[in-house]
């Protein structure tokens, strides 16, 4: 069965410091990936999605970046953080382009103080 | 522009109620619309509709899709406090990203 994995759980950042959140997908392949960024309170954000190795869309520009290096790998970075980066991350992956359920990983909560 | 829009926002009800939450929709080569749960974590999923007029149940959670006039419910009855939830719904065209609402928060009181 597929599976999908994020780390890690919380973190506690400073202003400025670095930021790299992976998410990895076991059970399939050429997955479609999604970053997504919720603030407290707020809706889904989508920040990036990816239908293949190294295909990257942005949907909203900021500090930050995305990678996908493997084909069941997505790393979201940032090289300073923003107070406004604090919130709840979520990786997202459906299985292929022609499905449509998109299932989530379990999220990683940002503060950034 | 595709959005999704829902309503109401924010409901408060009394357990053994039963609830009716909206989701309205405008998204190009429409295909399918999902509705999740969620709890203090992610998001997951309920249902996923792309015929009108067919519903789909699970337990006390039951939904359906009128793509003539572009929206769906989800209806949850005799409520629980387990139901405190945020329920999003989302609309596929494909292979373009879901789009989703902003949800709506449901809180459910013994």
């Known amino acids: 069965s597929q599976t999908i994995h994020q780390w890690p759980a919380t973190l506690v950042q400073p202003v400025g410091s670095p930021l790299s959140l992976e998410c990895t997908v076991e059970?399939?392949?050429?997955?479609?990936l999604y970053w997504y960024r919720q603030a407290a309170g707020r809706g889904l954000q989508l920040l990036f999605y990816s239908i293949g190795i190294d295909q990257i869309s942005s949907e909203v520009p900021q500090n930050l970046s995305a990678s996908r290096p493997q084909d069941r790998q997505f790393i979201l970075s940032s090289k300073k953080l923003l107070l406004s980066d604090s919130g709840f991350y979520l990786c997202a992956w459906k299985v292929h382009p022609s499905t449509d359920t998109q299932y989530f990983g379990p999220g990683t909560r940002l503060t950034v103080l | 522009e595709d959005k999704v829009v829902q309503s109401p926002l924010s409901l408060v009800v009394h357990e053994g109620d039963t609830v009716t939450l909206n989701c309205s929709y405008e998204v190009t080569n429409f295909r399918s619309l999902l509705w999740y749960k969620q709890e203090k974590k992610a998001p997951t999923f309920l249902f996923m509709l792309?015929?009108?007029?067919i519903e789909k149940k699970s337990g006390r959670l039951s939904s359906i899709l009128d793509k003539k006039e572009l929206f769906s419910i989800l209806n949850i009855t005799a409520t629980q406090t387990g139901d405190s939830a945020i329920y999003l719904c989302a609309a596929s065209s494909g292979n373009t990203p879901l789009v989703f609402g902003k949800g709506t928060r449901l809180s459910v009181i013994a």
């Open positions: 792309t015929s009108s007029g």
């Open positions: 059970g399939t392949s050429n997955p479609n």
